[in-house]
């Protein structure tokens, strides 16, 4: 008893190092497991922001669970101070296990339930009272190493957690996410962190742990490793098997670009479905209708420089492209991935035409914000083909500010048109659209197209995609001040969807919705949320 009071009070002697070199091995601990946890943290925000969408939401949801919860995990610990070291290593084995299987058991969740919101919830208070567990338990194993006094110990165990904090949150997006993947990178960390604890607890604290605690915190340690290591031995299965669970059997490309996860499925122009992070973008059942729909009505005038931002996929492209009279396309992506995929693959280059071959195309690979800032002007048709302003990467795209800068791009009598979302399922999101679109100068006409309902597509957006078929495409034309009036009368000829009194129509239709005055969104007050 006098020994372990001894030991509890920082005694050097039952340690196997001298009290400085225990000091650091302490704190390099503090470093690893400070970069594991935040690891763990950006693996939760990143992987919810794919599967559930809204990042902002999701990073806010992640974030305040997670602090609230280490609160909660630093007054449990408490409890743990005259058994640290032992207490120590069992923590940091279950938040490996716990963290490291956290993106896997999310897309589980994900691929068979449908729903991965609680799940994500419930990681997020698992490990923040792991995360919140640990400092009581090192400052106590600080002090027993080498006595100092409080202020000083404190400071070197937070040092030394931040800067962990710092390498970890730089790894992720950097190294870990690109050669790894979500997966088999919160896999790697988990290994990393148990190896870290139980390290430090078994050599430095060896002498402080009974023959029983010794050989439980072995075998604990020990197969948290080994469920890990199978893991990641066995994640390629796994994605093959959930992809299937998510798109079916038709996944014919699956790849990872650096921006976003593409998924191709189905080999024929009637089957084919694209998706990008899990969001379907392009069916091959029904895309003529919307892409119809988009080009057609802001090619009635002007039209020999046009300007493409988005619709790396080309389909859009394949529609300007009909007119002869067209001599210049631009096409802005962001991601090179999309634009290489439209020009190689067999069944989605046939559906947009090879178009990526017509030498009037030229493909931009660039974020279409930052590009129109340093762009010259001219371009007598602007058409915008984005991801929905719903999804909050895309929310800059659709802000008064954005639409101040196409309309400097656009050449006098020049028209924009814009895909503002579904207008009956998601009114506020469309008419805000709207708004900031006239907060910019342009003079708006808005119009709605209806979908088919026969036309659903397989995997995880097929709910959205039947409440799309439901509610159709929401448009916006837009034209500067001082153009010609818009006129909603589509010139190509032998289109399979669209006619003047269709147009008409999805005017009328649009027009008959129109809500209250709304506030246009810009980048300092995204209102797109408020539809969510």
């Known amino acids: 008893m006098i020994d372990q009071q001894v030991s509890l009070r920082g005694g050097a002697a039952c340690l196997p190092v001298r009290p400085r070199t225990g000091r650091c091995l302490v704190l390099a601990a503090v470093f690893v497991c400070a970069a594991c946890g935040l690891v763990y943290e950006l693996e939760l925000v990143a992987l919810a922001s794919y599967?559930?969408?809204?990042?902002?939401?999701?990073?806010?949801?992640?974030?305040?669970?997670?602090?609230?919860?280490?609160?909660?995990?630093?007054?449990?610990?408490?409890?743990?101070?005259?058994?640290?070291?032992?207490?120590?290593?069992?923590i940091e084995a279950v938040l490996a296990l716990v963290g490291g299987s956290s993106a896997l058991v999310l897309y589980a969740t994900f691929?068979?339930?449908?729903e991965s919101r609680?799940?994500?919830v419930g990681f997020s208070l698992a490990i923040g009272v792991l995360i919140g567990a640990e400092i009581p338990l090192l400052m106590t194993l600080i002090q027993r190493v080498d006595r100092q006094d409080p202020g000083g110990a404190v400071a070197d165990l937070f040092a030394a957690d931040y800067v962990g904090a710092l390498v970890g949150g730089l790894a992720f997006p950097f190294l870990l996410l690109p050669v790894l993947g979500q997966l088999t990178g919160a896999l790697f960390t988990g290994g990393v962190n148990a190896a870290a604890g139980g390290?430090?607890?078994?050599?430095?604290?060896?002498?402080?742990?009974?023959?029983r605690s010794r050989w439980l915190l072995v075998l604990v340690n020990v197969a948290v490793i080994a469920v890990l290591a199978v893991a990641t031995a066995l994640v390629d299965d796994f994605e093959q098997a959930a992809r299937r669970a998510v798109y079916g059997d038709g996944v014919r490309v699956a790849l990872q670009t650096g921006v976003q996860e593409v998924v191709l499925t189905g080999a024929g122009?009637?089957?084919?479905d694209l998706y990008l992070d899990g969001r379907l973008r392009v069916s091959g059942r029904d895309e003529y209708r919307y892409h119809e729909a988009l080009v057609h009505p802001?090619?009635?005038?002007p039209r020999a420089r046009v300007l493409i931002l988005g619709g790396g996929d080309g389909l859009a492209a394949r529609e300007v492209l009909r007119y002869r009279d067209v001599r210049r396309v631009t096409l802005v992506e962001l991601d090179p991935g999309v634009t290489r995929l439209a020009r190689t693959d067999r069944a989605l280059s046939a559906l947009n035409a090879h178009a990526f071959r017509d030498p009037r195309l030229t493909v931009v690979n660039a974020d279409a914000f930052n590009w129109l800032r340093a762009a010259h002007g001219g371009y007598d048709v602007v058409i915008s083909d984005l991801p929905d302003p719903g999804i909050s990467a895309s929310t800059k795209l659709y802000s008064a500010e954005f639409y101040g800068l196409v309309a400097e791009a656009l050449a006098p009598g020049g028209?924009?048109?814009?895909?503002?979302?579904?207008?009956?399922?998601?009114?506020?999101?469309?008419?805000?659209?709207?708004?900031?679109?006239?907060?910019a100068g342009l003079r708006t006409r808005p119009y709605r197209i209806s979908g088919r309902l026969s036309d659903f597509a397989a995997g995880p957006d097929r709910a959205t995609h039947r409440a799309q078929a439901e509610d159709g495409w929401g448009f916006v034309?837009?034209?500067?001040?001082?153009?010609?009036?818009?006129?909603?009368?589509?010139?190509a000829p032998e289109l399979r969807s669209l006619t003047r009194s269709s147009l008409v129509r999805a005017g009328r239709d649009a027009e008959s919705a129109r809500p209250r005055e709304l506030l246009p969104s810009t980048l300092v007050h995204p209102r797109y949320w408020e539809d969510r």
Do not use: C
């Open 269 to 272: 122009r009637s089957s084919l």
């Open 477 to 491: 034309l837009a034209r500067t001040a001082g153009a010609p009036a818009l006129r909603l009368s589509p010139q």
């Open 199 to 211: 390290a430090l607890v078994l050599w430095v604290f060896r002498r402080d742990l009974t023959p």
């Open 298 to 301: 802001a090619m009635n005038g």
């Open 118 to 120: 609680y799940a994500l």
């Open 415 to 439: 028209r924009l048109v814009v895909h503002g979302g579904p207008p009956v399922t998601r009114p506020h999101t469309y008419w805000t659209v709207e708004a900031s679109m006239r907060a």
């Open 51 to 90: 599967l559930i969408g809204d990042s902002v939401t999701q990073a806010s949801v992640v974030l305040s669970v997670m602090v609230f919860a280490m609160g909660v995990g630093s007054l449990l610990a408490k409890r743990l101070r005259s058994r640290a070291a032992v207490g120590f290593g069992l």
């Open 111 to 114: 691929a068979w339930v449908g």
